[in-house]
C-alpha cells in the first residue's frame, strides 16, 4: 500500500461521520424541519441515536462472532478427512438457512423464544452462516497441496499444519467471507427492529408507519455509514492478512 | 542406514511397491529410477511414513519405523520435492528455520544456522533472509529448499525428482551443489529421478524399478557394463552407451603421469566424456591434466579413453 498521510485516511473519516451524525443529529432538527416541512416532528426522539447504534453494533457483533465461530469451525471440520462425508449435508443446512428471509426467521423466533435481543441475533447468525461457511471451505481448498505435502514431510503435525501453514494462507478468503457476512448482518438488522431489539431500524421502522421521511432518513444514514466503516477496516485487515503477497 | 525388507504396497487391488528388498549404508546417494508409475515416489515415502507399508519392514538407522512417531521420524529426515513446496506467507528465513523451531530450537541457534546454510547454497543471507518465495525465480526457490531439509542436519536426506522443474542449466548447477554437499557432509541420500544422466551423475549406487519392482541395483559402471536385463540396457544407455560410460569414469583414471602437452590444461577431476568432448572441439588427441591444487598432473591421450 502506498503511504497516505494519516488525515487523508478514509477509515478515520467515515468513522468521525458516523460519530458525528448520532451525536450531532439534534442539531440539524431545522434541516430536517426544512427538506420536510409538512412534518410536525422532523426529528426522532423516541429513542437516543447513540444507544441505538451501540445496540446496532452489539447485535450484529454476537451474531456475526457466532456464525464466524459456527462458520470456520464446520469449514474446519467438513475438511478434515474426520468430517469429510459430512460435506455436502452442512453445506445443505447452511444453504437452507440462507433461504429463509430474515423476516420470516424473526416471525417464527418472537413465539419461541420472545421479543428483544434473542430473535434478531438468532435470525442474523443464520442468515451470516452461508458466505462464512463457504469462504472457510474455498480458502482451505486454495492452500497449495505442495506447502501441505512439504509441512507434513518436514514432521509438522495436523495441528501445526492447520494453524501454521493452512489458516493464514486461507485467511484471505475466509475474511473476505466474514466481511460480507458482516455487511450484510448490519443492513439486515435494521429489520431487526420489528421485534423489539433496538438498532437503527427503529427510526426506519417508525418512520415507514408513520409515514415520517425524515425518521427514516436519521436510522438510515448512521446505518449506512457503519457498513462503510465496517468494510473499511475489513479492508484493512485483508491488506494486513496478505502482506506478505506484495 | 535405511534398510527396506519385503516391502510391498497396495493401493486397493493395484500393487504400487512389490516385494522390494533395498539397504542403503550410510554415507551413500542411492538413487531410485524408473518410468512414471514405477514405485520409486512411493517407495521414498515409504521410508518417512508419508505412506505406510502394506507389507515387509523398513528400519532406519537399526529401528523399525513403526515404533517411531512419524512426526519425529520425519524431522529426522530432510524432505525435498519436486514442486519445492515452501510456505508463500513465510519469508525465506522462516522457511529454513521450519525444522529446527518444530524441535525448539533456541531462535538465535536457528537463525546462525540459516544464514549459513543459505551462504552454502549460494544465496547471499543479506538479500535473501527477508525476501518471500514468490520474489525468488525456481532455481533460488528449489535451493530454499534444499536448505530448508538440511536445517536441522538430519543424517538422512530423501530427494523427489527435485531438479525436475528446473531448466538444464540450473538443474546442472544444482546437481553440483548436492554432490558437494553430500560429500562434504557423508549424509545418506534417496533421491528419486527419471533422468538417467542425473542418476549417473550423482549415484553411489543406483536402483532401477519397473513396475513397482526392483529390477537392478548397482554402482553407476556396474549398471553401464552389466545390465540385467533389456530394460536396464536401453534406459542406462542405448546409442549412447560408450558417452554415457565416459561420462561415470575421471581423467584421473586414465593419466600418464609426468608428461606434459600444449594447451589449456583440464581438471583431474573432470569426466571422460569432458575430455573426449575437448579433444574433439580442439582437434588435439592428447590434453595436459592438472590437479586439484592447479599443479600438472600429466597427460590424457585419446587412444587411454578407447580402452576398456
Given amino acids: 500500500m502506498t503511504a497516505r498521510p494519516r488525515w487523508r485516511d478514509p477509515l478515520l473519516w467515515s468513522s468521525l461521520a458516523l460519530a458525528a451524525t448520532v451525536l450531532l443529529m439534534p442539531l440539524a432538527k431545522p434541516l430536517f424541519a426544512r427538506l420536510f416541512p409538512a412534518l410536525q416532528r422532523p426529528l426522532f426522539a423516541l429513542d437516543s441515536l447513540p444507544d441505538l447504534l451501540l445496540g446496532h453494533v452489539v447485535v450484529v457483533t454476537a451474531s456475526s462472532a457466532a456464525a464466524v465461530l459456527l462458520g470456520v469451525g464446520a469449514g474446519l471440520f467438513v475438511t478434515r478427512p474426520a468430517g469429510a462425508e459430512f460435506r455436502g449435508m452442512v453445506a445443505t443446512i447452511v444453504a437452507i438457512g440462507q433461504t429463509f428471509p430474515p423476516v420470516a426467521v424473526l416471525a417464527v423466533a418472537v413465539p419461541l423464544i420472545g421479543f428483544g435481543f434473542e430473535p434478531a441475533f438468532f435470525a442474523l447468525l443464520l442468515y451470516g452462516l452461508l458466505p462464512i461457511l463457504e469462504s472457510t471451505v474455498a480458502g482451505l481448498a486454495s492452500v497449495p497441496t505442495e506447502a501441505r505435502e512439504a509441512a507434513r514431510g518436514m514432521g509438522m503435525g495436523e495441528g501445526a499444519l492447520l494453524r501454521k501453514v493452512e489458516l493464514p494462507l486461507a485467511a484471505p478468503v475466509i475474511l473476505a467471507g466474514i466481511r460480507t457476512s458482516v455487511i450484510i448482518n448490519v443492513g439486515t438488522a435494521t429489520i431487526a427492529s420489528t421485534v423489539g431489539a433496538r438498532t437503527l431500524g427503529l427510526p426506519i421502522i417508525v418512520g415507514l408507519n408513520g409515514a415520517n421521511p425524515a425518521y427514516i432518513l436519521q436510522g438510515a444514514i448512521p446505518a449506512a455509514l457503519l457498513a462503510v466503516v465496517l468494510d473499511l477496516a475489513f479492508g484493512r485487515l485483508l491488506a494486513a492478512s496478505q502482506r506478505w503477497r506484495a | ?308
Fill in chain 2, 1 to 308: 542406514m535405511i534398510e527396506l525388507e519385503h516391502v510391498t504396497r497396495r493401493y486397493g487391488a493395484a500393487v504400487a511397491v512389490a516385494d522390494l528388498s533395498l539397504a542403503v549404508g550410510a554415507g551413500e546417494f542411492c538413487v531410485l529410477i524408473g518410468g512414471s508409475g514405477a514405485g520409486k515416489s512411493t517407495t521414498l515415502k515409504m521410508i518417512n511414513r508419508l505412506v505406510d507399508a502394506s507389507e515387509g519392514a523398513i528400519r532406519v538407522g537399526g529401528r523399525d519405523i513403526r515404533e517411531l512417531e512419524p512426526a519425529a521420524l520425519r524431522r529426522r529426515m530432510g524432505y525435498v520435492i519436486q514442486s519445492i513446496g515452501l510456505f508463500p506467507h513465510w519469508t525465506v528465513a522462516r522457511n529454513v528455520g521450519t525444522v529446527p523451531e518444530l524441535l525448539g530450537w533456541p531462535a538465535a541457534t536457528i537463525r546462525d544456522r540459516t544464514a549459513a546454510l543459505l551462504a552454502r547454497l549460494g544465496l547471499a543471507p543479506g538479500e535473501f533472509l527477508a525476501k518471500y518465495p514468490h520474489q525468488l525465480s525456481i532455481g533460488q526457490q528449489q535451493r530454499v529448499g534444499i536448505a530448508r531439509a538440511l536445517a536441522a542436519d538430519p543424517d538422512i536426506l530423501l530427494m523427489d525428482e527435485p531438479f525436475g522443474a528446473l531448466d538444464p542449466i540450473t538443474r546442472m548447477a544444482l546437481q553440483a551443489e548436492i554432490a558437494a554437499i553430500q560429500q562434504e557432509s557423508g549424509k545418506t541420500v534417496v533421491f528419486v529421478t527419471h533422468d538417467i544422466d542425473e542418476a549417473l551423475r550423482l549415484a553411489s549406487r543406483i536402483a532401477v524399478m519397473e513396475r513397482g519392482r526392483l529390477v537392478q541395483i548397482g554402482t553407476p559402471m556396474e549398471l553401464l557394463t552389466a545390465p540385467a536385463s533389456e530394460f536396464v540396457r536401453d534406459l542406462v544407455g542405448g546409442d549412447d552407451l560408450g558417452i554415457k560410460l565416459l561420462g561415470v569414469a575421471t581423467v584421473a583414471s586414465r593419466l600418464r603421469a609426468g608428461e606434459t602437452a600444449p594447451g589449456v590444461p583440464i581438471a583431474a577431476a573432470a569426466s571422460l566424456r569432458q575430455a573426449l568432448s575437448r579433444m574433439a572441439a580442439e582437434g588435439r588427441d592428447r590434453l595436459a591434466v592438472v590437479a586439484s591444487d592447479g599443479r600438472p598432473a600429466g597427460t590424457i591421450h585419446l587412444a587411454d579413453l578407447l580402452r576398456r
